[in-house]
């Protein structure tokens, strides 16, 4: 996590580009725009695309007029673990850390591949893919003793299953893999 004087910060009436110079010199791709000591916002890469986008005069247009004002926050005592499904659902590479209300630091996805986060998220959800494959294979061999991997046959380079309720079966248990891994 970033914090202090490693967080880029910029006040609601700076100019974008005097804005852009802070991103680069903090090189966090991300800046707070503060009032006093409240977060009102923040501005990222992706809302400079846009900008440029629009094409809207960085050298005119003050930070308060395109910042995003409803950005993704964390509590600074929640996990790591949580910090990577946030970023991961909204497709954001960057998290404004709180504590009670007040901003105490900035985590990006870059720290979180640092300390190995997301490698070990990516590992739960193969364990939990895993485990219900095996559950499934138990308990429909159990109700139905025909699911065997014997069933499966390999002809010209491509699997075929034997009985029709084997790949009604499968396609099941592959639907909610990928909803699990979603």
């Known amino acids: 996590m970033h914090q202090g004087s490693e967080i880029p910060s910029v006040g609601l009436n700076t100019l974008l580009a005097d804005a852009l110079i802070e991103i680069s010199e903090k090189n966090l791709g991300i800046t707070l725009i503060k009032k006093q000591s409240n977060v009102e916002g923040i501005f990222t890469d992706g809302d400079l695309r846009r900008c440029l986008n629009q094409k809207i005069d960085i050298n005119t247009t003050k930070i308060k007029d395109v910042m995003t004002k409803k950005f993704k926050t964390i509590e600074e005592d929640a996990l790591a673990v949580d910090a990577a499904r946030i970023m991961e659902k909204n497709k954001i590479f960057t998290l404004v850390v709180m504590k009670k209300n007040k901003n105490?630091?900035?985590?990006?996805?870059?720290?979180?591949?640092?300390?190995?986060i997301l490698i070990t998220c990516f590992l739960n959800k193969i364990n939990i893919l895993f485990f219900i494959l095996i559950f499934c294979n138990y308990v429909y061999s159990q109700e139905v003793n025909e699911f065997k991997l014997n069933n499966i046959i390999v002809n010209s380079g491509s699997i075929e299953i034997e009985k029709k309720s084997n790949k009604i079966f499968l396609i099941m248990v592959f639907m909610l893999s990928l909803m699990i891994l979603l």
């Open 104 to 116: 105490v630091g900035v985590i990006s996805m870059h720290d979180l591949i640092q300390a190995r």
